[in-house]
């Protein structure tokens, strides 16, 4: 539809005014190891120290080595600022730095920064998929978490006798395990 014509509006319409952009330009956004991650308004300035106040701190496992705030530049493009939290903190202010508009702060946790192990299943299940690797899991876990085998039309088309677990080791090297699907839902 153009400019020129006129139309009437029916019930159940939707009209969608797009911006010529979304961003706003007083306003910065925290997010990961704070109490109440989010968008918040720059006012005339603002320091790292004072954004996290105003986000009402940190949580416990806060990651005080380093944050990342992601500049947009006037080109559009992005840029990486690295700091240490901790000096920011303490307010050095190579560290506790200015804010400007439509900055992006990333605060780590802990918890991120460990490492984190994988295993996958793939065919015949619900939700193929990653899953986390966990003390204690077992494959009858792993089938769980994927869906399980509780319909019992989607069990009748899975082949019970055999299924395969491939291992890779830290070399990159595969060994193929079989196993009695069967017996594995059977939780034995």
Avoid: C, W
């Avoid at 690295?82 to 506790?96: C, E, F, M, V």
């Amino acid at each position: 539809i153009d400019g020129e014509e006129e139309f009437a509006l029916l019930d159940g319409d939707r009209i969608n005014i797009f911006s010529i952009t979304d961003m706003r330009q007083n306003v910065v956004e925290i997010y990961g190891a704070v109490s109440r991650p989010g968008q918040y308004d720059l006012g005339d300035s603002l320091k790292i120290s004072e954004l996290i106040n105003k986000a009402d701190g940190l949580i416990g496992d806060a990651y005080l080595e380093r944050a990342d705030i992601i500049r947009i530049k006037s080109d559009l493009s992005e840029q990486l600022i690295k700091i240490s939290l901790k000096s920011a903190l303490d307010g050095n202010l190579n560290n506790d730095l200015q804010l400007k508009g439509s900055d992006k702060v990333q605060i780590y946790s802990k918890m991120d920064m460990i490492p984190k192990k994988y295993v996958s299943i793939i065919g015949h299940v619900q939700n193929p998929g990653q899953y986390t690797l966990q003390d204690n899991l077992t494959l009858y876990d792993l089938i769980f978490k994927a869906g399980g085998f509780f319909d019992e039309d989607f069990k009748k088309q899975a082949h019970l006798e055999r299924a395969e677990l491939i291992r890779i080791n830290d070399k990159r090297a595969k060994k193929l395990i079989p196993f009695n699907l069967d017996l594995v839902l059977n939780n034995e």
